[in-house]
């Protein structure tokens, strides 16, 4: 008489429905942290390797450090030399160049 439903009702197969349960939350949090952030931050590195390994002598680029100039030089170990002067040249890590104003283009074999 004083037993609510509630408490008079058996636990039954808690084990496996239970441990669902509490796994699937977590899965969908998984899912939409990697939808939000990691894809988006894979994808935005991935281009900007593709832009750094893409320099070519001429491009004007911005650094990092906010210098704005014109490729002058692209070496092998990382570096580029970049001219933000009339005769002032500058080494810049590859990877601290941030965006490309303006491309040149190839030269095409005639």
């Known amino acids: 008489m004083f037993i609510t439903p509630a408490f008079a009702q058996t636990a039954g197969d808690a084990g496996v429905a239970g441990l669902a349960t509490q796994i699937i939350p977590f899965a969908l949090i998984f899912l939409i942290m990697w939808m939000l952030l990691i894809r988006p931050q894979q994808k935005k590195m991935k281009q900007h390797r593709a832009m750094v390994e893409g320099l070519r002598r001429g ?39 941030t965006s490309v104003l303006s491309k040149t283009e190839p030269a095409t074999a005639d």
């Not at 030399?81 to 040249?89: D, F, H, L, P, S």
């Open 59 to 97: 491009d004007q680029v911005i650094t990092a450090g906010g210098l704005i100039g014109k490729v002058s030089k692209v070496k092998e170990d990382g570096e580029i030399e970049v001219e933000i002067a009339e005769g002032v040249k500058v080494r810049v890590v590859r990877s601290t160049v």
